[in-house]
């Protein structure tokens, strides 16, 4: 299944605007500006986003396993490196917690809202 681009922005959006406060909550003791931890979630996901969307749905089914082990690996990986390089101070135990909390908050807030809305993106 290739999922239309007309409704990646909304799910790019979606998926920022769960994934920044909890990002927030995870490296805010590390870097203190909220400016700063905001956009570094979007930069992240503008690295990753756009994979897990049209380049990992062309190799997998989307909503089977390998598909979702493969799209949420890339994600948190790619933004635990990130999140490790661009705060420093938040050492790796904290750079992989936050990406795979707000990974893990965007995927289970994708199902909560794909099962009472499906379609929506």
Known sequence: MFFPVSSWF???????VLEVP???????????STLRLGL???????ATHPAVWFVLTQVFTVGTTDYTL????????????FY??????????RAIGAALAANAAS?????????LSPGLF
């Open 22 to 32: 909890v990002v927030w909550l995870v490296l805010h003791d590390r870097e203190p």
């Open 84 to 93: 490790l390089v661009a705060v420093p101070a938040a050492g790796p135990a």
């Open 107 to 115: 995927y289970l807030a994708g199902l909560l809202i794909g099962g």
């Open 70 to 81: 493969a799209s949420e690996g890339w994600a948190a990986g790619a933004e635990a490196i």
């Open 40 to 46: 570094l979630v979007v930069f992240a996901n503008l």
């Open 10 to 16: 909304p799910a790019f959006i979606f998926t920022v």
